[in-house]
């Protein structure tokens, strides 16, 4: 893989800016980067598109498709390279890979961030990130403002996982060295922590539009889910311990047991999978989950919640999980355990109902008041898709760009048009 910074083929904007991720990228045999499952690159485009930046570095590790075949098929679409000047730094494979690549990862990235960062005006580190302390240090050696965007906590990410033995210990490490470099950079510079207000969203305007031509008012009575006899639950995203998935397969048995013939499609794949599908035959529940796997096509998963009823988040673990976002805007009803900004993220109840982390009964009864409420129903859908069209992608990349022309004004910002 060559090291560097890219040719330019856009214009740089005035005020020049260089963003730093952590997400693991493959580069396919035509030449096209793309993320393995991650969409933060989505909102960076947003956010490039909102401010001054004409055409932004973006730092990110890079691996070759294997076998030169092409695509992986799980990635998603393709960075915008017409917004996103890709600087491709060294690649690692997990926590405890992590540990391993560091010192050459060092030798590796540390010239390569000195030329991504020399000559900018503001770098962007997304933590936790492998490359987030040695951007911090060649930024402040140059004299580049900087600042942290905290998406989450490594050790509450790992603290959930089954990993035991010397896997776990690794992980440990390896999180216990995300977690304090958080706490450096966060201590010597500027920072945003994600909240319900300022957060990663990847759900565009369009994607709003698009979500929104299927939506229909539920029945004034009985609900949708009653008329049919059946409630279909659907939740989404990566199958992994802090998900919880074990205890929505047991509220599920619950309700069947009390003759609620309650159904659940997951939209996802990960290293739980095989021991969820052990579960649900354990707990003779198969004929009731759909394995849709992985969905990397935006019409197909939106189409995939939009046939469901109510949308469920179980997880132990979450900071501000964009799914959310994405059920309220398809017009969903969510029921969310109240786990990290998820009750925040939800207004307190407002826009979805909450459940205690952990607790089937408690779940299964949310799930069932939720159904059988079809005034609750329109309410939750009403805020829902009233909140997630204010915090699209495009909303919130003007969040972003207001904050830091605030945090830094000695940029040279363009003057911004009269309101």
């Known amino acids: 893989m060559s090291g560097g910074v890219s040719g ?24 096209r980067v793309r993320p393995k499952a991650a969409t933060f690159h989505r909102f960076a485009e947003a956010v490039v598109r909102a401010g001054p930046f004409g055409v932004a570095r973006y730092v990110i590790p890079v691996r070759d498709a294997r076998n030169g075949t092409g695509p992986d098929p799980r990635a998603l679409g393709p960075v915008d390279e017409s917004l996103l000047r890709i600087v491709p730094s060294a690649p690692f494979e997990g926590a405890a890979g992590y540990l391993m690549a560091l010192p050459g990862m060092l030798r590796y990235n540390l010239p390569l961030l000195r030329r ?9 580190i997304k933590l936790p990130a492998s490359n987030g302390a040695a951007a911090a240090l060649v930024a402040d050696a140059l004299g580049v403002a900087r600042f942290s965007y905290v998406v989450g906590n490594v050790r509450e990410v790992v603290g959930a996982s089954p990993r035991s033995g010397p896997a776990r210990v690794a992980a440990l490490g390896a999180a216990a060295l995300h977690d304090g470099i958080i706490g450096a950079l966060t201590r010597t510079g500027p920072t945003v922590r994600l909240g319900a207000e300022l957060f ?23 609900g949708e889910s009653s008329a049919r006899g059946v409630t ?42 095989s021991r969820l599908e ?35 988040l179980p997880s132990l673990s979450e900071g501000v999980p964009k799914v959310l976002v994405e059920a309220m805007a398809c017009g ?55 909140w997630a069209a204010d915090h699209t992608a495009e909303r919130q990349a003007e969040r972003l760009v207001a904050w830091m022309r605030t945090t830094f004004p000695n940029l040279p910002w363009p003057a911004e048009a009269p309101s």
């Open 8 to 31: 330019g083929r856009t214009r740089r904007g005035p005020v020049r800016l260089t963003i730093v991720d952590d997400n693991p990228f493959i580069r396919d045999a035509d030449g």
């Open 332 to 386: 969903l009803p969510v029921i969310a355990s109240s786990a990290g900004a998820i009750p925040e993220l939800l207004g307190g109840g407002r826009r979805g109902r909450l459940f205690r982390p952990g607790n089937e009964i408690d779940l299964a009864a949310a799930i069932r008041a939720t159904a059988e409420d079809p005034a609750g129903l329109r309410r939750f859908r009403a805020a829902g898709v009233a």
């Open 116 to 124: 991504a960062v020399s000559g900018e005006h503001l770098v962007w």
């Open 278 to 312: 052990a579960q649900a035959r354990t707990l003779g529940i198969s004929d009731a989950v759909t394995w849709l796997g992985y969905v990397g096509d935006r019409e197909r998963y939106l189409a995939a919640l939009r046939a469901s009823d109510l949308f469920v």
């Open 200 to 222: 990663t969203s990847s759900f565009t305007a369009a994607d709003l539009d698009q979500a929104g031509e299927g939506l229909v008012d539920p029945p004034a009575s009985g």
């Open 232 to 273: 279909r639950l659907v939740w989404a995203g990566r199958m992994a311990p802090e998900k919880d998935l074990r205890t929505l397969l047991r509220a599920v048995t619950l309700l069947r047991a009390a003759g609620w013939p309650a159904q659940v499609t997951l939209i996802g794949d990960g290293p739980e999978r």
